[in-house]
């Protein structure tokens, strides 16, 4: 599928992100194997693969940047990303942060047994599929997330309260939203605070993408 290739190469060069060569076959591979459970599972209700190059991997690269500690540099450790669905974001953003261990969280079977099966034909050492209702999920604490993302999960609030158990102390909660949801800031919940809201570009996609940042206050 070389013009999913040249898709994948095109776009990174618009979102001025450099990816290795390596990595952007991984990313076009999850692609096909993505493309192919989608016809039997219905994982995602795109349905071809020059839209995932755009709508999925893309979209899901813009948020790179934000995997390093602010007063350091140097990059987290655990990342879980909860209501996965199909992997993604955390898929094509474990390809290319090999150092970070990715914990993928869905409550549907069929969506953790396909992430399963990438994981394995991919080769994907540092991440873990985890077939769970994110209230009823529990870890130690040193066992703590640093980084919590969700793409189209939930409202802020219940990503907050769902989740709050699973951050650690100075960790922060990764929301991708499309505009800025206003109404959903407003009903934030005590205890948390905004840490920012970033405005991000993604090649080929002709809507607001935005990524609201917020950690406990």
């Known amino acids: 599928m070389t013009s999913l290739t040249q898709m994948l190469a095109a776009g990174l060069h618009q979102q001025g992100q450099i990816i290795d060569s390596a990595q952007q076959h991984k990313l076009i591979q999850f692609v096909e194997l993505l493309n192919k459970w ?15 190059i755009n709508l999925h991997l893309l979209d899901s690269l813009v948020m790179l940047p ?16 909860v209501g996965t669905g199909g992997g993604i974001p955390g898929i094509p953003l474990a390809i290319c942060l090999p150092d970070i261990d990715f914990v993928l969280m869905d409550a549907r079977g069929k969506k953790i047994r396909f992430i399963q099966a990438a994981i394995a034909q991919l080769g994907l050492k540092n991440v873990t599929a985890v077939h769970s209702r994110v209230e009823k999920y529990t870890i130690a604490d040193d066992q ?49 605070k905004i840490t920012g809201i970033n405005q991000l570009y993604v090649a080929g996609l002709n809507a607001q993408r935005h990524l609201i940042q917020l950690s406990f206050s």
């Open 38 to 52: 989608n016809k039997v599972y219905n994982l995602t209700s795109v349905r071809k693969p020059q839209q995932m």
């Open 66 to 81: 934000f995997f390093t500690q602010p007063d350091s540099g140097s990059p987290v450790k655990r990342v879980l990303d």
């Open 144 to 192: 703590r997330f640093e980084r919590i993302i969700s793409r189209a999960f939930a409202s802020l609030a219940d990503m907050l309260l769902f989740c709050r158990q699973l951050l650690a102390e100075q960790g922060r909660f990764l929301a991708m939203k499309g505009q800025i949801p206003e109404e959903e800031i407003a009903q934030l919940p005590e205890g948390f």
